[in-house]
């Protein structure tokens, strides 16, 4: 081990296609031991697919919450964390055990099978709405023109936020997803989630006092063996769903366009065969996914893997775009291949913190896809591919922004 960077796991150069160097470390080092973003701290980077599936499997020693890994005295000599942090943490993502088993099951009865059938008609219009602002144009930037509003508008409407506050909410989500490590910028990344939680305070109060058919009210309302979200856990949960449930979708879209575009004989046969567009989407999700590693976790105690020890309390980071290329798990694994079968990609994730917005965001790829297919003919991409720029958030995987083109 050492605190010398020995891969680019940040740069520019990495961003644009870290497909390369994450097949170098799952030859070279499959359980590598690396320096993070902040420069200062190591983090365990999993790139094999059977020593990831092993870690998301095992929600006992891997955990979500660093307290977990401490003893309690360990626990009492901690100070409490400030406010917001709490106000921005105290989600399922970052609960284990009973508190995520609660958190769930209280999302789960509000996020219901039920209320995505209902949401495809209004998906499909949102699609189509957007696609006709923009026809005409003969060109649009996919991300910011339809990739970035379809899913913000149907989450916003589904927890029942105004859509017209979609800007306000992609800077805040990109606050939330790219931490700063410097004094000045942690103050603006404060600043920004004080308006955010101001925000969402405003609307719950306005929900507690008159509820409404939507998820905000849902949650307000939800309760589990007589137990409702905290406060702080509401807010907690509802950015994360903010967030979370736009930003997988968005580059989803917008990496999938990307991957049709440069496999012109796998965009023919989608185009001639819409039906494939299930099997599609599965493979988008293994061969450039929206979300490049899953959140952290840690070792609640020492555990070997892959040759290695983890010791008790480090971070494990599972490169989700690593395991999609991996050789040993697919065949062809740097091929685009829309008719790959037992494409089993952990995409969105594997075990109790599998995405629960997964189906959500299956049905708005299928529809906005199938959509920009279908209405905007010859499509192509309008700049060179090697001069996109990509986003920095080391979890997230998509390009800033996507010209194209059609006839």
């Not at 961003?15 to 320096?35: D, F, I, S």
């Not at 891997?62 to 105290?90: A, I």
């Not at 990496?255 to 989608?270: E, I």
């Not at 199938?370 to 700049?383: E, F, M, Q």
Request: aromatic share 8%.
């Amino acid at each position: 081990m050492t605190n010398s960077p020995r891969y680019d796991l940040y740069g520019p150069a990495f961003k644009a296609n870290p497909y390369p160097t994450y097949a170098a470390m799952r030859e070279q080092e499959p359980v590598c031991y690396h320096l993070g973003l902040d420069g200062e701290h190591e983090i365990w980077f999993i790139t094999r697919y059977a020593d990831a599936e092993a870690v998301l499997r095992d929600h006992k020693r891997f955990v979500k919450n660093y307290r977990t890994t401490l003893t309690t005295e360990q626990r009492q000599q901690l100070p409490p964390d400030p406010q917001l942090v709490r106000m921005l943490d105290q989600h399922m993502l970052n609960a284990d055990g009973a508190d995520h088993t609660r958190l769930r099951s209280l999302i789960n009865k509000a996020f219901t099978a039920q209320m995505v059938n209902r949401m495809q008609s209004r998906v499909q219009a949102i699609a189509d709405s957007l696609i006709d602002r923009v026809q005409e144009q003969g060109a649009m930037n996919l991300i910011d023109d339809y990739a970035f509003p379809l899913p913000i508008v149907v989450i916003a409407e589904l927890l029942g936020v105004p859509a017209s506050d979609q800007d306000r909410f992609r800077v805040w989500s990109d606050a939330f997803l790219t931490p700063s490590f410097t004094p000045e910028g942690w103050a603006k990344t404060e600043q920004l989630m004080l308006a955010f939680t101001g925000y969402l305070g405003q609307v719950f109060a306005a929900r507690r006092a008159q509820p409404k058919d939507d998820l905000i009210s849902a949650l307000i309302q939800a309760e589990e063996a007589g137990e409702k979200l905290s406060e702080e856990e509401l807010y907690a949960m509802v950015i994360l769903l903010i967030v979370a449930g736009h930003e997988t979708t968005v580059n989803l879209i917008g990496n999938a366009t990307l991957a049709l575009l440069q496999n012109p004989d796998q965009l023919a046969q989608l185009k001639n065969n819409p039906a494939l567009m299930p099997a599609a989407i599965e493979e988008f999700l293994r061969y450039d996914g929206p979300v490049e590693r899953a959140t952290m976790r840690f070792a609640a105690e020492d555990v070997e893997l892959g040759g290695q020890l983890i010791r008790r309390g480090q971070p494990v980071n599972v490169v989700l775009a690593g395991t999609g290329r991996d050789p040993a798990q697919f065949a062809n694994p740097d091929q685009l291949d829309l008719t790959r079968e037992n494409n089993r990609h952990l995409g969105f994730g594997f075990g109790v913190h599998y995405c629960v917005g997964a189906p959500l965001a299956r049905m708005e790829g299928r529809i906005a896809l199938d959509t920009l297919l279908r209405r905007l003919p010859n499509l192509r991409l309008a700049v060179p591919v090697d001069t996109l720029e990509w986003r920095v958030t080391p979890i997230i995987r998509g390009a800033q922004g996507l010209p194209v083109a059609w006839d």
